[in-house]
């Protein structure tokens, strides 16, 4: 594995970060560089429908390291770490290349998660 790779994927709704992970429209899917501080690619990709098990299984299918959030039921957390995802929740709505250039400069805050599900 390249430790100067990451995989993120952020739910979208209306080109920003939405804020229930569960019911995005889409996932922003960014290949970043952490030494390079960077985004190389972006791919948008419509996720399969929602049914619980599902998106995590389907993020770990594309490779995804890292899922940023608004808010996420703990049963999606706990399915994401079982496929070795890292979760960063609580996030704002935001373009996906403003909340990775806040994550990479070490800005990015996270406040409460807003899904109690």
Known sequence: ?????IKIA??????????????CERFALLDVDLTGRKIIRREDAVPPPHEPGVLPRWLAEQKVEMVMAGGMGQRAQGLLAGQNIRVIVGLS??????????YLDGTLKSGENVCDH
Do not use: R, S
Request: net charge negative; aromatic share 4%.
């Open 1 to 5: 594995m390249n430790t100067n790779k």
């Open 93 to 102: 709505p935001d373009t996906p290349e403003n909340i990775i250039a806040q």
């Open 10 to 23: 952020i739910p979208m709704a209306e080109d920003k970060l939405c804020l229930h992970f569960g019911h």
